[in-house]
């Protein structure tokens, strides 16, 4: 039996560029199987960032302006602000500004949503909530703003069941991305402790959320559409490709071992480079032009720029082995992306480098959605790796391709019945 209506929170909707977005679409797309009726706010200024083109999803809209610091940007420079440069990110004082703009109080006012956001966000779902059978809210991470609307809504109608997301942890203790931790930590603590539990993307990520702010935690994977794995014909590329889709966060991960051990094959004439090509998309090609040419390696590397997410998944599906930068620590464990369950359902060998702590929930999903592939990590010989590379290069050469299929991979719908099913 469906539950009433669901009122979903979610500022980037449609998502923009950025696969973790892409969750705020896969819920609404997926929750018409558990409510009768979904509703989602958003922000009304979508020609502000660059929008991903996604499949039709059948949902009652509903708009609100918000004059943040995302639409001032836009205002001021007439450039769609969906991802900034990297080389504005390292101009003095930029930092300090984004972690103003992502902590507590600012986070809300100016921050992705802003004042007048939650305002007029508030009465606009309000109104909505008073003439329509709705049971249940859903607010989303990031941006917070759409936290602390829920947290208003929550307050005046407290019969709602309130269910708070995080693809990321607000407070990060490795990017150190605020300022006073303390203080923020205390700041959530009071806003969430209305949310009847918390969703996330993995164990590692539960154990931290459940652990700061005393709720139930539940992992929601964020995992593609069952639809995305369905096999499709897609020709492989002519040349023995390595790809690497999405974003770099250069302080965390670590792409020297594969350069390294790339740079060795060459020179000792077991890889050609004639038929060895690095793959990339993003937003990064600059910094992965200048990786390459750093190792001498800029001759094979090819970068497509920005992709939709479907390209970036026929990249995936075409490469002979795909990419994947992670880290880990102690600290916060759990960096699991969307794009690693994208990697499972492409069927390709995966290459996980994983800078930090070694990352069991990792090492589980692709050992048993993807046997044969590598997960690499700085303690670890730089002969595995090579090893690695010359077996799949060889393979590839003599077409000889493994079936990595053993079990269903896991996908969006799976996870919805899982958390939600019994709701």
């Known amino acids: 039996m469906l539950n009433t209506g669901i009122l979903k929170i979610a500022y980037y909707f449609p998502p923009i560029k950025t696969v973790g977005t892409l969750r705020n679409a896969r819920f609404a797309h997926s929750a018409k199987n558990h ?50 440069a990297p080389h504005l990110k390292q101009q003095p004082g930029i930092s300090w500004i984004r972690r103003a703009v992502d902590s507590f109080p600012l986070n809300v006012i100016l921050g992705d949503g802003g004042f007048f956001y939650l305002l007029i966000g508030y009465w606009r779902a ?46 990060d203790p490795l990017l150190k991305n605020v300022w006073w931790p303390r203080f923020q930590h205390w700041i959530l603590r009071k ?54 889709t999405g974003s770099l966060y250069p302080q965390q991960q670590s792409v020297e071992p594969l350069f390294l051990a790339i740079k060795d094959l060459l020179d000792e004439g077991i890889l050609p480079a004639a038929q060895l090509r690095l793959l990339v998309c993003g937003k990064d090609g600059a910094l992965w032009e200048s990786w390459a040419t750093a190792f001498g390696l800029a001759d094979i590397l090819e970068d497509r720029g920005m992709l939709s997410h479907a390209e970036a998944l026929t990249l995936q599906h075409s490469a002979q082995l795909n ?91 799976n996870e919805m019945e899982r958390v939600f099913g019994k709701d």
Not at 130 to 136: A, D, G, L, N, Q
Not at 194 to 222: C, D, M
């Open 35 to 84: 409510w009768s009726k979904v509703y989602v706010l958003s922000t009304e200024h979508t020609q502000v960032f660059d929008a991903e083109p996604v499949y039709p999803i059948d949902v009652t809209l509903v708009r609100v302006p918000s004059y943040d610091f995302r639409w001032l940007l836009w205002l001021l420079r007439r450039k769609k602000a969906t991802h900034f």
């Open 126 to 171: 309000a109104a909505l909530i008073k003439k329509s059978e709705i049971s249940h809210l859903y607010s989303s991470f990031r941006p917070m703003s759409d936290h602390f609307l829920a947290y208003l809504l929550h307050r005046r109608f407290p019969f709602l069941i309130w269910i708070a997301d995080f693809r990321d942890v607000p407070v």
């Open 323 to 413: 990419l994947l930068l992670n880290w880990n620590s102690p600290q916060l464990g759990g960096i699991l992306t969307s794009k690693v369950f994208e990697y499972l359902q492409a069927q390709r060998p995966i290459l996980a480098i994983v800078n930090g702590s070694h990352d069991p929930e990792l090492e589980t999903l692709i050992s048993t959605y993807s046997p044969g592939s590598l997960v690499l990590y700085p303690d670890q010989d730089l002969n595995a790796l090579k090893r690695f590379l010359q077996t799949e290069y060889l393979n590839w050469q003599q077409g000889k391709k493994k079936e990595l299929h053993l079990h269903a991979t896991p996908s969006w719908e």
């Open 191 to 244: 806003l969430l402790h209305r949310a009847k539990f918390l969703t996330t993307v993995s164990e590692g990520l539960a154990e931290h959320l459940g652990a700061q702010y005393q709720r139930p935690v539940q992992i929601l994977h964020n995992a593609p559409l069952r639809q995305q794995s369905d096999k499709v014909q897609i020709q492989d590329f002519e040349q023995f490709t390595i790809g690497y």
